[in-house]
């Protein structure tokens, strides 16, 4: 993932990384995936996916409860990152999207965010966009929390299960399209589903 450590913050990353691959081989990788899948729902940058497909593969039928325990870290995790946004925005959840280079978009969610809450939280929550970038936004523009529930419970199960699905039924052949092109496969879906939605509701 990271071939190079041009900077401090790439250096940085570099060891984050590093540490959360260690930790798909550990004793305790289902407690560390759970970890994991709920701090990158607010703060992590490392996605959970990088800890599941070792883990699924040295393991397949644990496919499934690998998935739930992502999706339901996730979920929870994105609940903390939605109380960030809605309590302590200025303090912790700006200073977070600055990180991630996502301050610049600020105003403009808060213009536009909730009016397509749902689509915003479901692009996010199976895409390779940050998670927690919307969790926090979610928060910040008080989105109705059993709308962002529901949704990011949707997106995370829909993302993790997908993963695992494909991983148990291919082994380790399908890991490479998985890291390659399954986010680019997530992001045509997720366009062409709203694009029908759109289609249906102008026709």
């Not at 997106?155 to 991983?167: P, Y």
């Not at 890991?175 to 390659?180: A, C, N, S, T």
């Amino acid at each position: 993932m990271f071939n190079r450590c041009d900077s401090e913050k790439e250096c940085a990353m570099r060891r984050i990384y590093d540490w959360t691959m260690a930790q798909a081989g550990g004793q305790h990788a289902l407690l560390a995936l759970a970890f994991v899948s709920f701090i990158e729902a607010s703060i992590f940058p490392i996605p959970p996916d990088v800890l599941m497909i070792p883990m699924i593969l040295a393991a397949p039928s644990r496919a499934w409860l690998i998935a739930l325990v992502a999706t339901g870290s996730s979920v929870l995790g994105g609940l903390f990152g939605y109380g960030i946004g809605f309590f302590f925005f200025e303090t912790l959840g700006q200073p977070i999207l600055e990180f991630f280079g996502k301050a610049d978009k600020m105003a403009e969610f808060n213009a536009t965010f909730n009016g397509a809450g749902f689509w915003a939280v479901l692009i996010a929550g199976v895409t390779p966009f940050p998670f927690k970038v919307i969790t926090i936004m979610s928060g910040w523009t008080a989105m109705p929390l059993a709308t962002f529930l529901t949704t990011a419970l949707v997106a995370r199960a829909i993302r993790f299960f997908v993963v695992a699905g494909l991983l148990y039924a291919f082994g380790a052949p399908i890991r490479d399209f998985i890291e390659r092109y399954l986010g680019l496969v997530f992001t045509l879906f997720v366009a062409l589903l709203v694009g029908g939605f759109l289609v249906l509701r102008y026709i």
